[in-house]
């Protein structure tokens, strides 16, 4: 198969990228290792029609992300905003009730989600492609510069997957970093690669849903933190004449995880939202935990320790063109402006197809 474009990184980045060469004319292939398209976003579905709750990012903020806004806006996708009416919930020590806060707060700038969930974006961005230009279930490991200036992908045990006059790298960095290349990249580019870390690629988010409510019965937002855990943050993940439900992001580190494992997390985590929002929150209909420090398409071992803060993304400006030109890196570490959030993620790939 040979295109003008290989997309390597089914993500939003990689995704929007494909959409916007589409519509150019350009012929491309997205491929992606994953069964399914989206990469950190990942919503699931619940038990009543058209219901998604988010495993991965979940909110945006249109006063302060106007790619996202339009985009949302241009794909006819409804937003709805952030529950956040009702009382927060601080949880301080273990033996202590968690202290309630009847003023609550409401975020600034306004945080919205998507009806279907994160996926729906992605899912509308796909719908604009024909389906032969996407291969999931598709890992590139290499990337050979041939003799008449084509890049080969191959996968593992050396399949030949696209033959391409341009790739373009939709991925973190660090998943860069661990492909074969020839020849081979600079060295202080690799380096920058590895020492990117992936936003959010250390988290783990769990997900109760239910039958009802109760927490808003009780005139709770559904929003705590706690210094005790193993949920450090949680928030309302209801959908609007849909399903409730409780989301949070797991305060244990990624080691910590792991040697608990999945069973006990859960468990540990039912036990801390029964603490917080009473005996109702140990039945949910559903229950969902996605460590992404799991995520071999995702994580590295480097981002089992998660940055400090919000990195300074964006790709030193020190950097020449790489393959003389034909390889390109999207994928949201690489956006200067917003990097790690979605916004970034369609921001790099605007910039990676100006090439075009």
């Given at each position: 198969?040979?295109?003008?474009?290989?997309i390597?990184?089914?993500?939003?980045?990689g995704?929007?990228a494909?959409?916007?060469?589409?519509?150019?004319?350009?012929?491309?292939?997205?491929?992606?290792?994953?069964?399914r398209?989206?990469g950190?976003?990942a919503?699931?579905?619940?038990?009543?029609p058209g219901?998604?709750?988010?495993?991965?990012?979940?909110?945006?903020?249109?006063?302060m992300q106007?790619?996202?806004?339009q985009?949302?806006?241009e794909?006819?996708?409804?937003?709805?905003?952030?529950q956040?009416a009702?009382?927060?919930l601080?949880?301080?020590?273990?033996?202590?009730?968690?202290?309630?806060?009847?003023?609550?707060?409401?975020?600034?700038?306004?945080?919205?989600?998507l009806?279907g969930?994160?996926?729906?974006?992605?899912?509308?961005?796909?719908?604009?492609?024909?389906?032969?230009r996407?291969?999931?279930?598709?890992?590139?490991?290499?990337?050979?510069?041939?003799?008449d200036g084509v890049?080969?992908?191959?996968?593992p045990?050396?399949?030949?997957?696209?033959?391409a006059?341009?790739?373009i790298?939709?991925?973190p960095?660090?998943?860069v970093?661990?492909?074969?290349?020839?020849p081979?990249?600079?060295?202080p580019?690799?380096?920058w690669?590895?020492?990117t870390?992936?936003?959010?690629?250390?988290?783990?988010?769990?997900?109760?849903?239910?039958?009802?409510?109760?927490w808003i019965?009780?005139g709770?937002?559904?929003?705590?933190s706690?210094?005790?855990?193993?949920?450090?943050?949680i928030h309302?993940?209801s959908v609007?004449?849909?399903q409730?439900?409780?989301?949070?992001?797991?305060?244990?580190?990624?080691?910590?995880?792991?040697?608990?494992g999945?069973?006990a997390?859960?468990?540990?985590?039912?036990?801390?939202?029964?603490?917080?929002?009473?005996p109702?929150?140990?039945s949910p209909?559903?229950?969902?935990?996605?460590d992404?420090?799991q995520?071999?398409e995702?994580?590295?071992?480097?981002?089992?320790?998660?940055?400090m803060?919000h990195?300074?993304y964006?790709?030193?400006?020190?950097?020449?063109?790489?393959?003389?030109?034909?390889?390109?890196?999207?994928?949201?570490?690489?956006?200067a402006?917003?990097?790690?959030?979605?916004?970034?993620?369609?921001?790099?790939?605007?910039?990676?197809?100006?090439?075009f």
């Amino acid at each position: 198969m040979r295109t003008a474009c290989a997309i390597v990184g089914g993500g939003l980045s990689g995704i929007y990228a494909a959409a916007l060469l589409h519509h150019r004319g350009v012929d491309c292939r997205l491929l992606e290792a994953r069964e399914r398209l989206g990469g950190r976003i990942a919503s699931v579905s619940g038990a009543s029609p058209g219901t998604r709750f988010d495993l991965g990012p979940a909110w945006f903020w249109p006063d302060m992300q106007p790619r996202l806004r339009q985009l949302v806006s241009e794909l006819g996708l409804a937003a709805f905003e952030q529950q956040t009416a009702g009382a927060v919930l601080v949880e301080r020590f273990k033996l202590e009730a968690p202290q309630r806060y009847e003023r609550g707060f409401n975020t600034e700038p306004r945080s919205m989600r998507l009806r279907g969930g994160m996926q729906a974006l992605v899912d509308a961005l796909a719908s604009r492609l024909p389906p032969e230009r996407i291969r999931c279930n598709t890992q590139v490991t290499a990337i050979r510069e041939t003799q008449d200036g084509v890049l080969e992908l191959t996968g593992p045990a050396g399949r030949i997957l696209a033959l391409a006059e341009h790739v373009i790298l939709a991925l973190p960095p660090r998943l860069v970093s661990q492909m074969a290349f020839a020849p081979p990249l600079p060295e202080p580019f690799v380096q920058w690669c590895r020492n990117t870390p992936t936003w959010m690629a250390g988290q783990a988010k769990c997900l109760a849903v239910y039958a009802t409510p109760f927490w808003i019965a009780n005139g709770l937002s559904g929003t705590a933190s706690s210094f005790v855990g193993p949920m450090m943050e949680i928030h309302d993940a209801s959908v609007p004449q849909g399903q409730p439900a409780l989301f949070g992001f797991m305060g244990l580190s990624a080691a910590a995880r792991q040697a608990l494992g999945e069973a006990a997390l859960k468990e540990a985590a039912l036990a801390q939202l029964a603490r917080l929002f009473g005996p109702e929150a140990l039945s949910p209909e559903s229950l969902h935990l996605l460590d992404w420090a799991q995520q071999p398409e995702t994580s590295t071992q480097a981002d089992w320790e998660p940055p400090m803060g919000h990195p300074a993304y964006g790709i030193p400006s020190s950097f020449g063109p790489l393959c003389s030109g034909r390889l390109i890196l999207a994928g949201t570490e690489t956006a200067a402006g917003q990097g790690g959030y979605l916004e970034g993620a369609l921001e790099a790939a605007e910039a990676a197809v100006l090439r075009f």
